[in-house]
């Protein structure tokens, strides 16, 4: 597995977001730096695509949350710096209603949806405790999005901060 795998999975994302023409999407994230950043990211990309934004911040997923949320078709939803580890839940609630974007660097667990799509790092090869943070997948799907989110990579570095060796390692 490798960036390039990675590149070509968020290809293929891009290109499902394009054919439901979403004009509304919404992005759940959490509730540190990381999943600020993260939000920040991706809410600025999807705001240069004409897609208008809702924000939740989550300390957590909630099951009631996702049941909520999944509860209604035809939606864009985006979980940034989280939701990886809670794919199968999504997966359960979702039932291939959504187009889901999973952008995490947790542990994950797969998804049963084929409209759930967890563009975790660590499916093609790295550590998400020390290799990337969900900003940094964030900022890779914008890039892949559109290339002029190019300058969207400081909020990258500062949602990044938060790995052990910061940008040491």
Partial sequence: MSLKEFEEKADQAVMELKKE??????????????GLCSAAIT???LEREGIRVKTFCLEKIYTEVVEDLHSRAGQVIF???????????????NKSRNLTIILDHHDP??????????????????????????????????????????????LALVGSRELPKGFLS
């Fill in 109 to 154: 667990k797969p998804s049963r949806d084929p409209r759930v799509l967890d563009l975790n790092l660590e499916n093609f090869g790295f550590k998400g405790e020390t290799d990337f943070a969900g900003a940094t997948c964030c900022y890779l799907f914008a890039k892949r999005l559109n290339k002029d989110n190019v300058d969207l990579s400081y």
């Fill in 21 to 34: 023409k979403a004009r509304e999407a919404i992005i759940v994230h959490h509730d540190d730096a990381d």
């Fill in 79 to 93: 979980y940034v710096d989280i939701g990886s580890s809670h794919a199968d839940l999504i997966s359960e609630y």
């Fill in 43 to 45: 809410k600025k990309a």
